[in-house]
């Protein structure tokens, strides 16, 4: 098994650093062991929002609030996801909660919405060093952050959630003036496009993160919906209009991805007589997921067939390439591309 050191900065100390750590991590061979995970000083995490407008005077308005509630309930599911393997927060415990919960500060004229997020960023962190799989969980923990609390990350998501209203958005009615405000609320620079992409990056070397990817969309756009009657917001120092906020929520809808990864499963059923002529219950062994794949090809995948039955009847791990479907953080439509037994015995199932 091949051992691999970081050779970037350590411990981690701006947002740009955790950036490239991700990077690195991608570019790493499946499996790979990360001796001395580098540490990471979040002091940098944070989440800013500033409204302006003529209703505003160091107050919250119940749009502002509810915005604010889905932050801290994205919080709350991506660190039941990092913790405990599951985006359900019914998991967390009191404990749990009080480590990840928001404090607002807000500053006296206009709404202006301050929270230091360091010390939930360290408690994301600690899951780490409690981790019998510290590469994934560092890879989700480290995306969880730069999301949730840099000053990039929300912008980039911001940029995704453009993308999944892209029809609504060019088929709205609006002066040329204002299409170019809106082209302008979702323009990436060139280190930012650059994340956007090692972010696509993770996401294939880590399914799940979708997920928390998915809760700080919802961020965004629950934010971008508060902002009826207000003149201006700048979320993590990102300006946007009333006008242009509602064009960038407009049409909500769920639009699935289209993914290719690798990783190692545990068969926990097969069925040979199902309508696809195949059919295979699947546990992901490095984040717990579970979900049914058929076969890419029934005729051309015969020989991957009888090797994921193989591993069923032996109780053995296989190591499994799959495309799939993402929607929602949720693996949908998986279909089994290669297959091969690993040398190494299933867990036992739970029941």
């Known amino acids: 098994m091949l051992a691999i050191r970081y050779p970037g900065e350590n411990p981690l100390k701006s947002e740009e650093e955790a950036w490239a ?11 790979a062991v990360i001796e001395e995970l580098p540490l990471i000083k979040p002091s940098w995490a944070s989440f800013n929002l500033h409204y302006d407008g003529p209703v505003f005077d160091a107050t919250l308005t119940p749009p502002i609030l509810e915005a604010l509630l889905v932050l801290q309930s994205g919080i709350y599911r991506s660190y039941a996801l990092v913790k405990y393997g599951q985006e359900r927060a019914n998991r967390l415990t009191d404990f749990d909660k009080q480590n990840t919960q928001i404090v607002v500060r807000v500053r006296p004229g206009t709404t202006g919405v301050d929270i230091d997020a360091t010390d939930i960023a360290k408690h994301f962190l600690d899951v780490v060093g409690h981790s019998m799989n510290g590469v994934e969980v560092t890879i989700a923990v480290v995306t969880a952050i730069v999301l949730f609390f840099g000053h990039s990350g929300l912008k980039i998501v911001m940029a995704e959630l453009s993308k999944s209203k892209a029809k609504a958005i060019e088929s709205a009615e609006r002066t040329t003036e204002r299409a170019e405000d809106v082209r302008q609320a979702i323009a990436l620079s060139q280190e930012e496009t650059k994340r956007t992409e090692i972010l696509r990056e993770v996401i294939e070397h880590f399914p799940k993160v979708s997920a928390i990817q998915h809760e700080a969309l919802k961020v965004v756009e629950s934010t971008l919906k508060s902002v009826s009657s207000v003149d201006e917001v700048k979320i993590q120092g990102k300006s946007v209009s009333g006008p242009v906020a509602a064009d960038l929520i407009a049409n909500p809808r769920s639009s699935s991805e289209l993914i290719s990864f690798k990783s190692r499963f545990q068969i926990m059923s097969v069925d040979s007589s199902s309508t696809d002529g195949f ?9 717990g997921e579970i979900f049914n794949a058929s ?3 029934t005729f051309l995948s015969k020989k991957e067939g009888e090797t994921v039955q193989q591993a069923f009847w032996e109780k053995r791990l296989v190591l499994l390439e799959l495309d799939a479907k993402l929607l929602r953080g949720q693996i949908k439509d998986a279909e089994i591309v290669q297959a091969t037994i690993l040398d190494q015995a299933a867990p036992i199932l739970e029941v």
Not at 21 to 31: A, G, I
Not at 281 to 287: A, D, I, P, S
């Open 21 to 31: 750590f991700l990077e690195w991590l991608t570019q790493q061979p499946d499996y």
């Open 295 to 297: 076969l890419k090809d």
């Open 279 to 287: 059919r295979a219950r699947l546990k992901n062994t490095q984040n």
